[in-house]
């Protein structure tokens, strides 16, 4: 396939995942009076799709009406940061049309826009561009790796360095995927529906694999005792939410609660007996588990489960994932209805209990709500009365844990988080209705960060004899960057002109007992012995 294969077949992907989500938006703006559909007919180029359906419209109609109308139709569902998506795909499909040539870094950017943007209206095709992206990416690199060998005459490994310092590769060893290059940066990021649908790697999807390169931090570890107490009935919090900024750990956390409870062996995941013993208990529970992520269930587009269960809402899709046919059976009309199943929340909890609910993205699914209750998921208002009614079933049913996870609080928040208007109103409003029983939950502290990393990238240390030889090897390298400073770019340098600003000047000072020190202005914690300082 050629690049241009390629982006033709991700434009084909973008028209199918784009097209419902576009005239679902315009038919409801044209609802509120806002817009015309007419008009919005007037923006395709093409004359024979002014009498299709929006939905059966090509990128390139799609894509203009989307930038046209943005502010009277798309600007409170989705934010600048799409609305810049928008923008270049429309440079890309350009391109393509008029069979421009494409590099392999064109093609990727153009795959990576596509999947974004596919991504932020929760369009399963995402999973199919990325899957393009990803091959795209494995070839590149394929390349490269050739070209270096034919350099090197056909090798890569370089003849090792005389004397007693081993090679880093050496002292410290690369997991597989590390060491062979099949390491995508992209699959760094956790996702926790992929390994909800049993795919992924193994560092994800197997739980003793992912305990085994997981650092449990202070606060993860916190998390997880206070999971084991809650679903054994000894304690905890009934309501968890997890707010950080991307990036900061949430869908990690909530990964290792849904392997925790998965029903593995604790002997066969590394640091649990440790947190069992904090907790208290001698076992674990076998918890009943639900994951909704808002990005991958859509909210106008029913989902038919293998068992023929055709589901609507959030709360059809959590009682599916509770108990199958029988527990949806028991909100089937609230789910049929869009309408909130209040206190029957509660009575599935109790019978279907000990249950573990994670919930991530919500708001990316609440800012695709409408006003008014004419998508299958329900309106705006009802999603946040369903909210309110799940986080009190929670805390009254007595065995089941609710975790969240909300994007960072300020109002700087991530845009490719929160979305446009509706986004930041869907944040605001679940954020003062978990609030009310919310247990405060904070991330890594970035002393944590490196253990994080080091877990990820490289194989555990074999023994004493390794740890010398990490220390050596540690050792010579800052040696080197310290005696060959001028061979390196600034950013290998230390701060000294910050840390000299900082530096406290020469002084003496006298203590009341007649003893005097030249030198840095002492604290009370760096006083020397006998002074009172």
């Known amino acids: 396939m050629t690049n241009q294969e390629r982006v033709g077949k991700g434009l084909d992907l973008l028209c199918a995942g784009l097209g419902p989500y576009v005239e679902r938006e315009v038919e409801e703006a044209e609802r509120k009076s806002a817009f015309n559909l007419e008009t919005a007919r007037r923006f395709a180029e093409d004359p024979s799709l002014k009498n299709k359906p929006i939905a059966e419209w090509d990128a390139a109609g799609l894509l203009k009406l989307m930038w046209e109308t943005w502010n009277e139709v798309f600007r409170k569902t989705l934010g600048f940061a799409e609305r810049s998506l928008v923008s270049e795909l429309r440079d890309w499909r350009n391109r393509w049309a008029h069979q421009k040539p494409f590099s392999s870094d064109d093609a990727d950017r153009a795959l990576d826009s596509m999947e974004r943007l596919l991504t932020a209206v929760s369009a399963s095709q995402a999973t ?51 060491a062979s290059g099949r390491y995508q940066q992209a699959e760094f990021a956790a996702d926790l529906w992929q390994v909800h649908l049993g795919e992924g790697s193994d560092e994800y999807q197997k739980p003793a694999e992912f ?17 084991v107490q809650r679903l054994s009935g000894t304690g905890g919090d009934p309501v968890v939410q997890l707010q950080t900024n991307f990036g900061g750990g949430k869908t990690h956390s909530m990964l290792a609660l849904y392997h925790l409870f998965s029903g593995a062996t604790p002997a066969e995941l590394a640091g649990v007996d440790e947190l069992m013993a904090n907790a208290g208990v001698t076992e674990l529970p076998r918890a009943r588990r639900v994951v909704l992520v808002g990005n991958k269930i859509s909210p106008g587009n029913p989902a038919r489960k293998p068992d023929g269960t055709l589901v609507r809402t959030l709360w059809g899709e959590l009682a599916w994932q509770l108990g ?104 605001d409003r679940l954020r003062n209705v978990v609030g009310r029983v919310e247990s405060a939950w904070r991330p890594a502290s970035a002393e944590e960060g490196f253990e994080i990393v080091r877990r990820r990238l490289f194989e555990p240390l074999p023994g004493p004899e390794a740890y010398k030889q990490r220390d050596l090897t540690a050792r010579a390298f800052a040696e080197l960057y310290r005696t060959q400073a001028a061979e390196f770019p600034p950013s290998a340098k230390p701060p000294t002109t910050n840390a000299a600003s900082r530096r406290p000047t020469p002084s003496t000072r006298r203590c009341s007992t007649g003893c005097t020190k030249t030198g840095p202005r002492w604290s009370s914690s760096s006083a020397p012995a006998g002074c009172c300082a």
Request: net charge negative; glycine share 8%.
């Open 324 to 427: 199958g046919r029988e527990a949806y059976a028991r909100i089937a009309a609230d789910d049929d209805r869009a309408t909130n199943p209040g206190d029957r929340l509660r009575e599935l909890f109790k019978d279907y209990g000990p249950c573990l609910i994670l919930i991530d993205e919500w708001v990316a699914y609440a800012r695709q709500l409408h006003d008014a209750a004419d998508l299958p998921g329900g309106s705006f208002e009802t999603q946040f009365s369903f909210a309110q009614a799940l986080t009190e079933s929670a805390k009254l049913a007595g065995n089941c844990l609710l975790v969240i996870s909300l994007p960072a609080s300020d109002t700087q928040a991530d845009d490719v988080e929160v979305g446009g208007l509706r986004g930041r109103e869907a944040l």
């Open 211 to 227: 305990f085994r390169r997981t650092f449990l931090t202070a606060s993860l570890k916190r998390l997880l005792e206070g999971a």
């Open 128 to 178: 199919e561009v990325n899957r393009l992206k990803m091959e795209l990416r494995r070839l590149v690199f394929d390349e490269q790796v050739r070209h270096e060998k034919r350099k090197a005459g056909g090798s890569l490994i370089e003849s090792a360095a005389s004397g007693v310092l081993k090679p880093w590769r050496e002292v410290v060893t690369p997991h597989p995927d590390v």
